[in-house]
């Protein structure tokens, strides 16, 4: 009978001591990023386990390995995961990419036949109104009166000559 070894153990002591192994330094993100995503694509996976893997990895870390993810797995989770949800079938895949985050931070998943206001990047609803141009706000109707507000105060006086200096040193360009 073959006994095996404690894999978390031998994981767990790897990361307390990495200067005992410099030679597959590079190998550890890889292989982390490569078990995750076995788990993140096993069949038994729900969003309440997602949702455990998303706070023992850290947003951060789950939203690097999401990201480094192909199209089609991101695709396939979120199509196992909220099969219901009406955009799905038109969804781009960076929708699916927010999707999948949005139920890994708490999202629920639609139900068979549910529909739900929900703010949408793959499709702006037609009762909302389009967005102020920013062309078209005040900051940008400004009309300037000519005077320098922010020069730091200068003496009469002195401004003056500086005034007089400078039409005297202009050259003209020929």
């Known amino acids: 009978m073959a006994l095996d070894v404690d894999g978390y153990a031998v994981l767990q002591a790897m990361a307390s001591a990495p200067e005992a192994f410099p030679d597959i330094r590079t190998e550890i993100p890889k292989a982390a990023r490569a078990l995750v995503v076995k788990q993140l694509k096993a069949r038994s996976l729900r969003v309440a386990s997602l ?11 789950f939203a690097l390995i999401a990201d480094g993810m192909s199209e089609a797995e991101v695709k396939g989770l979120v199509t196992r995961l909220d099969p219901h949800h009406p955009s799905l ?5 960076g929708w699916h990419r927010h999707r ?6 708490g999202d629920a998943p639609f139900r068979k036949g549910e529909t739900r206001i929900e703010d949408s ?3 702006p609803r037609a009762t909302e109104a389009p967005p102020e141009r920013a062309l078209a706000s005040r ?3 400004a009309v300037w009166d000519g005077k320098d507000h922010d020069a730091p105060p200068t003496k009469e006086g002195r401004d003056k000559k500086d005034k007089e200096k400078d039409r005297k040193g202009k050259k003209k360009k020929g």
């Open 51 to 61: 949702r455990l893997i998303r706070e023992v990895l850290g947003s951060e870390s």
């Open 89 to 93: 079938k038109t969804a781009t895949p």
């Open 100 to 105: 999948l985050t949005a139920l890994a931070a």
């Open 121 to 123: 990047p793959a499709k």
């Open 139 to 141: 900051p940008f109707s």
